[in-house]
């Protein structure tokens, strides 16, 4: 039997919150505000679901970025996991990618996932949210989305660019759904130059921001960054981050070792 090779990303809270640990900043599973036992329970719950029905219908393979953390004990062992990964593990040897458990930690009020820095994003004019531009990454290497799992507002800016994307508050479910179009889904990517102009939500926010390679100030707390590709406005994005959770390194309840 052929490999079917799953890539799994848990519930994308935060700005670059998928890539923290490969942007200078700790990986997210050592903050503590993360790392309550009931939030890993759960979200472990919701990845066990969605790959226990993968394998059921052929997944050889399943391949889970945590971006928003397990708890490894009762974690399917089966599964593999990523944890502090730098980038995303990607490459056309996947058959899809799924976003399980989105809204789970509920870290960001706002529907579309951006957190208060930074107000908005938009690639050549068209908002976009982290789990969007993942899923155009992942796009724009050969691997389509399959389906993502979870609160229902989370998927509404992605749903624009994939309206026929699956979803369901259910990972087992929006699984199931998934596989079925495995082989058919086909991957959806933006060609050609792209760019990105980041909204944030102080004038210090965007001159900090202009301290990047390639960034540009165009408005009092608007920057623009052009890229020749969605590679690159991929990372383009990820580096944004370190501008954008300054602010949350610095708060009391964050943990001493992660301002070091």
Request: hydrophobic letters at 40%; charged letters at 20%.
């Amino acid at each position: 039997m052929a490999r079917l090779k799953l890539y799994i990303v848990c519930d994308v809270s935060r700005i670059s919150g998928i890539l923290g640990g490969g942007n200078g900043l700790p990986p997210w599973f050592w903050f503590p505000d993360l790392e309550k036992d009931d939030l890993r329970i759960e979200m472990t719950g919701k990845i066990n679901g969605a790959a226990r029905v993968a394998r059921q219908i052929g997944a050889t393979e399943i391949l889970v970025h945590e971006a928003c953390p397990v708890d490894m004990v009762s974690l399917d062992e089966e599964v593999k996991l990523i944890r502090g990964g730098s980038r995303l593990y990607l490459d056309k040897s996947f058959a899809g990618i799924a976003f399980i458990g989105q809204g789970l930690a509920k870290h960001v009020a706002s529907s579309n996932g951006i957190e208060n820095n930074i107000r908005k994003i938009e690639f050549n004019g068209h908002e976009v949210d982290e789990m969007t531009i993942c899923s155009l990454y992942a796009g724009s290497i050969g691997v389509p989305t399959i389906c993502a799992s979870g609160d229902s507002g989370c998927f509404k800016i992605l749903k624009r660019f994939m309206p026929g994307l699956i979803t369901h508050k259910n990972s087992w479910q929006a699984m199931t759904s998934g596989l079925e179009k495995i082989g058919k889904a086909r991957p959806i990517a933006l060609r050609g130059r792209i760019e990105i102009t980041f909204h944030f939500g102080s004038e210090t926010l965007a001159t900090m921001h202009t301290r990047l390679s390639n960034v540009v100030k165009t408005g009092k707390t608007t920057t623009r960054v052009r890229a020749t590709n969605m590679p690159e406005a991929f990372d383009a994005y990820c580096s944004c981050g370190l501008v954008a959770s300054v602010d949350w390194l610095n708060s009391p309840n964050v943990h001493k070792s992660c301002k070091n």
